[in-house]
């Protein structure tokens, strides 16, 4: 029978069979959530003494865990496809362990344990909630601002509840109504509202009649120069009738 040399093993090859594979559980960004992540690490060189392939094999699964639980501990688990996508991106870079010197990259899988899938779930049924909740109660609250801006719904609602000396609270009711309508939450509105208000200020200005007729005529004269007729008419109507509501009696 002839002799054959044995071939020694390769200690790259030993690191890449203990690092094929294996898994772990890192944090996301909600508590209690966590996702779970398989490893495939490619070793693409190790200088590593083959009485040392276990402790190489080990440093290089420990340091792709820390980086990958840095990453997803930032990640939100409601969207698995993204984190998934970013989290290859990351692991896919070529790293070197000084000591053992091993360069590697991986490929991984991140998906959802069923327990944590269900709090996922839970987790967006309660922010979908909250959202609602939180747009119908800034929908009353603009509502109400609304009708108080309005010295004559100040008047209705104290009317009823308070039926007794509603009359004798007019001054009060006309305060709190411009308080309401002075107040403009900040960045709700733009440049073209905020000429709108300028406008009401500069027209306010003026506290005779016929002063603020004079305001309308040249507001309608500048509408017509800019070729805005329907404008211009909407503004005369506007006049027209603070005239006649001016008018003692009404007009009547």
């Known amino acids: 029978m002839g002799w054959r ?10 690191v890449q069979a203990l690092v094929q594979r294996f898994e772990a559980r890192l944090d996301s960004a909600h ?11 490619r070793i693409r060189s190790a200088a590593v003494p083959l009485a040392d392939v276990d402790g190489a094999a080990r440093a290089v699964r420990i340091a792709l865990r820390h980086e990958a639980a840095d990453y997803l501990r930032h990640q939100s688990a409601t969207d698995l496809h993204s984190v998934q996508d970013l989290l290859a991106r990351e692991m896919a870079r070529s790293r070197t362990l000084v000591a053992p010197e091993i360069r590697y990259d991986a490929h991984v899988d991140v998906m959802l344990l069923p327990g944590d899938q269900v709090a996922v779930e839970a987790l967006l049924a309660a922010q979908r909630g909250q959202s609602m909740a939180t747009a119908i109660r800034r929908q009353e609250l603009e509502d109400l601002a609304e009708e108080f801006s309005d010295p004559a719904g100040v008047m209705a609602r104290w009317v009823t509840n308070d039926a007794a000396d509603w009359a004798k609270r007019s001054g009060e009711a006309k305060t709190l109504a411009e308080l309401f309508a002075a107040y403009r939450p900040p960045g709700r509105h733009g440049v073209e509202y905020a000429l709108v208000e300028a406008i009401r200020e500069f027209l306010a200005s003026f506290p005779e009649p016929a002063q603020k007729q004079m305001v309308y005529g040249l507001l309608s004269a500048g509408m017509q120069r800019a070729e805005r007729p329907v404008h211009a ?11 006649w509501a001016q008018a003692p009696g009404g007009g009547a």
Do not use: L, S
């Open 5 to 14: 040399k044995q071939t020694a093993p390769d200690p790259r090859e030993e």
């Open 31 to 41: 508590e209690g959530i966590a996702f779970h992540v398989v490893f495939h690490a």
């Open 233 to 243: 008419a909407r503004v005369e109507e506007i006049a027209e009738a603070a005239k």
